[in-house]
């Protein structure tokens, strides 16, 4: 009995990493170049069978079909925004039917012609986090996602903007649902096959990764030579004003960020990022933008203040035009790099997290007890 359950379970190949697809395609055999057609049939082209891959032999094909399966995830639904952004609603594919969200966001020359195409992707189902403004971390944290589903959702919206716009994407941010660094085999996993000539071909460089600040994941990071960028959602410039809206600083303070942060440029020589949602009377003082000051001095750094979309039953609101030049006019009187993100599908669903929630769904695991 046992015997013919272990004929059954087949190996789902983009759960694999690429050493342990080399190694399977070496027990069957392949050739290097075989094995890389494999691999560019998954990742690539996307193919969700074996009858796809129409340049491998028959033989080839019928001896796949019987060991392993393909998984891939499928669009469930898209809002386009007058502004050009599209969101989608993924269904993955597993035993268990859950859903992400992954953001396109275009750029435009004046011309109207399609200029830098950006992919938000998600990297978990929910988010154990609990930030206090994220959709996502209201659903708390039910799984990980494998590499293979990080890809497929930018070699998917590759497909929409090559026939929308005639290009690809060019920059990928993983800053969609969950804590990347939390899921970190599988982001650095995907993030070197987004980076492959034989995968989706992008620079390192137009890939970041974000976290909420796991310091023990940032060191790691800076001992792997990934070549991409780390970006720290901050969100706050002192530990009370942190703590109130990110329980993961109650752990690991700014004082435990600013030694992973130094200790990440030291081995990178990297400059990092820091994401700061500007709230409406929360973090938005002259003393709040002192704080910023100092953080963005720990190492070379550029901040992005990012106009928050609100998301209902949250408190925190997005704040006006004018405390925000106040604050912008602090942060570049000393000299700190900063840049305003606006909102972008304001007319769309807004937070990240808020599609994928389900109706009377349970919530997951978190660091937030109610
Ligand atoms: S902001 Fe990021 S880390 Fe915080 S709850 Fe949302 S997804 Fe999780």
């Known amino acids: 009995m046992e015997k013919e359950l272990d004929v059954v379970k087949k190996t789902d190949l983009k759960s694999l990493s690429t050493a342990e697809l080399k190694e399977f395609t070496d027990e069957l055999g392949l050739m290097g170049y075989r094995a890389d057609q494999l691999y560019q049939w998954l990742y690539q082209k996307g193919a969700s069978s074996f009858d796809e891959m129409t340049n491998l032999s028959k033989d080839l094909r019928a001896k796949l079909n019987d060991i392993a399966e393909v998984r ?101 941010v993983y800053m969609g649902m969950g804590e990347p660094l939390h899921n970190y085999k599988a982001v650095i996993e995907s993030a070197k096959i987004l980076s492959d000539p034989l995968g989706i071909d992008l620079s390192p460089r137009r890939i970041t990764v974000s976290t909420v600040g796991l310091t023990k994941q940032i060191k790691q990071l800076s001992d792997e030579d990934t070549g991409v960028n780390l970006a720290i959602s901050l969100h706050a410039a002192d530990d009370e004003k942190r703590n109130k809206i990110m329980p993961i600083n109650e752990s690991l303070n700014l004082e435990q960020l600013e030694e992973a942060v130094k200790y990440y440029f030291s081995k990178t020589q990297k400059p990092l990022t820091y994401e700061y949602l500007l709230f409406d009377d929360f973090n938005d003082s002259r003393q709040d933008a002192l704080n910023l000051v100092k953080i963005a001095r720990w190492v070379p750094s550029k901040i992005n203040i990012i106009m928050y979309n609100d998301v209902a039953g949250v408190k925190l609101k997005r704040v006006g035009e004018t405390r925000l030049n106040q604050f912008m006019k ?35 695991k978190s660091l937030v007890k109610e």
């Open 72 to 172: 891939k995830i499928s669009i469930h639904s898209k809002q386009e925004s007058k502004d050009g952004t599209i969101k989608f609603l993924f269904t993955l594919d597993g035993p268990e039917e859950y859903k992400v969200e992954a953001v396109m966001i275009p750029d435009f020359y004046p011309d109207g012609a399609a200029n830098r195409l950006t992919v938000c992707v998600s990297s978990q189902v929910g988010c154990m986090f609990g930030c206090s403004f994220c959709a996502t971390g209201k659903m708390g944290f039910f799984r990980n996602l494998t590499h293979g589903e990080i890809v497929d959702q930018v070699q998917i919206i590759n497909e929409l903007t090559e026939e929308k716009f005639g290009k690809k994407i060019n920059n990928v």
């Open 330 to 364: 602090i942060l570049t009187d000393k000299d700190v790099t900063a840049t305003v993100r606006r909102s972008r599908g304001d007319d769309i669903d807004a937070g990240c997290g808020q599609l994928a929630i389900r109706e009377g769904q349970k919530k997951g």
